[in-house]
């Protein structure tokens, strides 16, 4: 037989056929399902082998080899979803962080130009003080942070207003000239 011709082959010279690694694939409608062996032992049987790179099979069909494009072609594909999918997410995460940001920011700077004032006589269109001259006493101390509950004279909450936004507005003191 073939195969004993291809052991002594083998034997002479010193290459030895892995067993493990042959396989014996029965085809026809016809085959007899003899069984094999090579250095004495039985080799496996199997109902398809990949050989340079083609899966061929025991009908000689290309199911098997179809079976298999597809399948690889699907494990790319769930691959590029995945990715595509990872992708899309951080591009939304990074606009979303992006966007509250910038709202924060432009927000910060809107209140920053337009709400000097937050509660004083709000439903006047302009706050405006007048004193005489003659009526301020030695010292007058009036409020320029608009957050006093004395205003227009300060409270002192400029300094809670400057630890809790890091400013520096203080009040504007008037006093007579000591003679
Ligand atoms: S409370 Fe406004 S400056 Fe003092």
Redesign the pocket.
């Known amino acids: 037989m073939d195969l004993d011709k291809l052991e002594t082959w083998a034997e002479r010279w010193q290459m030895r056929f892995n067993n493990d690694k042959c396989k014996v694939i029965h085809m026809g409608r016809r085959n007899q399902y003899h069984h094999y062996t090579l250095n004495g032992k039985p080799l496996g049987k199997s109902d398809r082998e990949k050989d340079l790179g083609i899966l061929v099979n025991d009908k000689l069909t290309w199911s098997s080899q179809c079976q298999a494009a597809a399948a690889k072609a699907n494990r790319i594909m769930g691959c590029i979803k995945r990715e595509w999918a990872c992708a899309a997410t951080l591009a939304v995460g990074a606009g979303a962080v992006g966007y509250l940001a910038y709202r924060s920011f432009s927000c910060k700077d809107k209140c920053c130009r337009s709400m000097v004032n937050q509660d004083i006589q709000k439903d006047n269109p302009k706050v405006v003080h007048a004193f005489d001259m003659e009526d301020l006493g030695d010292k007058a101390?009036?409020?320029?942070?608009?957050?006093?509950k004395k205003?227009p004279l300060?409270?002192?909450?400029?300094?809670k207003?400057n630890e809790e936004t890091g400013d520096n507005?203080?009040?504007l003191i008037i006093k007579k000239k000591e003679s």
């Not at 101390?141 to 006093?148: D, E, L, M, T």
């Not at 300060?154 to 300094?159: E, K, L, M, N």
Request: proline fraction near 5%.
């Open positions: 101390v009036y409020c320029r942070c608009w957050r006093s205003f300060c409270d002192g909450a400029h300094i207003h507005v203080g009040p």
